[in-house]
């Protein structure tokens, strides 16, 4: 079957510091591959995401490249601000499936002033 | 502006009673979901739909009912056969186009059963 895995958080980082938060995948075909951040309370929203191997999606400073060989989508930002504190969700559908996005479990956000 | 509401943002349920989640779009998105979040969690699936008077069943359906009767509208029933229904639930939509079914979500029903 399909998953998803991130790194366990919570991630705790000072203002600045470089960002990294691992998912690696599992699928059978090749998905499109996304980043979603929630702000407490909130619902999600897109962050980037990538439709085929090597394609690099951003936005707002925040970066993930689809790896095929390693399967993984890991997201990174060069410097961190406290508005960033939240949880990211990794997550995958399939080519040509309106069904349904595989989620990872998430990673709580922290970025201390 | 076009976008996703879900109403309410908070509910309060009794055990035994069934209570209704509203959710409505005018993205004119064709595909609506459902899902489930419960706390330190990802998202699951409860169910979805790709066309109006059409929907089937996610990873957890069991206790919960929907209907697609217009393209805007998918509305999320918890019913009393939900043991655990006390959780934050979460709607989504996207166009089905290709490979690249980007979902856009509402901001979130917290339901609480008392």
């Known amino acids: 079957g399909n998953s998803v895995t991130q790194m366990e958080g919570p991630v705790t980082l000072s203002e600045e510091a470089f960002l990294t938060i691992n998912c690696t995948y599992t699928a059978t075909g090749y998905p499109s591959l996304f980043w979603y951040v929630q702000y407490p309370g909130e619902g999600l929203q897109l962050l980037l995401k990538a439709t085929k191997a090597d394609d690099k999606g951003s936005n707002k400073g925040f970066e993930a490249t689809y790896r095929k060989e390693t399967t993984s989508f890991h997201l990174e930002k060069g410097s961190v601000q406290v508005s960033d504190s939240a949880v990211y969700f990794c997550a995958l559908s399939l080519s040509g499936s309106a069904r349904q996005l595989t989620f990872g479990s998430g990673t709580q956000l922290t970025v201390l002033p | 502006d076009g976008g996703i509401t879900q109403s309410p943002k908070y509910l309060f349920r009794k055990e035994g009673q069934n209570v209704t989640l509203s959710c409505e779009q005018n993205l004119n998105h064709d595909a609506m979901y459902w899902y489930r979040q419960d706390p330190g969690q990802g998202l699951r699936l409860i169910y979805y739909s790709q066309i109006v008077n059409d929907f089937q069943k996610g990873d957890i359906a069991e206790g919960y009912s929907v209907s697609r009767e217009k393209k805007e509208s998918f509305p999320l029933t918890v019913t009393s056969a939900q043991k655990n229904p006390t959780a934050f639930y979460l709607c989504?939509?996207?166009?089905?186009?290709?490979?690249?079914?980007?979902?856009?979500f509402g901001p979130g029903t917290r339901l609480t059963v008392l």
């Open positions: 989504a939509s996207s166009i089905p186009r290709g490979g690249t079914d980007t979902q856009y």
